[in-house]
């Protein structure tokens, strides 16, 4: 099973809050990543954070100490708790998942191969 499907995006309020959720089966070895990327309108794709089988983690600059990822194994999920929300966060935001990636660094986006279809994150007053 390859598929990774997220949820949870949707509309928030700046300085409001949001969990994204990513169920990504096969993905359950210690060297195997999970990324969230995220791309907002006329802008390039860009990573955000990362967590790997071993709890190796990396966040983007621009959401270190606003954004957490964790991950629950029983459930096969990873997730994207992100607080202190602002317009710039606006954007779709995927899971991507990648193979013997143990160091999980974010910013090398074409090491993750495997693409949920995103889902919509709103940041507006």
């Known amino acids: 099973q390859l598929q990774l499907v997220e949820s949870g995006g949707g509309l928030v309020q700046p300085g409001g809050s949001l969990r994204l959720s990513c169920v990504a089966p096969?993905?359950?070895?210690?060297?195997?990543?999970i990324g969230w990327f995220r791309q907002a309108p006329g802008k390039e794709r860009e990573g955000v954070s990362c967590?790997?089988?071993?709890?190796?983690?990396d966040y983007a600059d621009s959401v270190k100490g606003r954004f957490t990822i964790s991950r629950d194994n029983a459930k096969n999920t990873v997730y994207l708790q992100m607080n202190s929300l602002k317009p710039e966060d606006t954007g779709v935001y995927y899971c991507?998942?990648?193979?013997?990636?143990?160091?999980?660094?974010?910013?090398?986006?074409?090491?993750?191969?495997?693409w949920g279809q995103g889902t919509q994150v709103t940041v507006s007053s």
């Open positions: 991507a998942a990648a193979r013997s990636f143990l160091q999980c660094v974010v910013g090398r986006t074409q090491r993750y191969t495997y």
């Open positions: 096969g993905f359950t070895k210690n060297a195997d990543a």
């Open positions: 967590i790997s089988g071993i709890g190796i983690r």
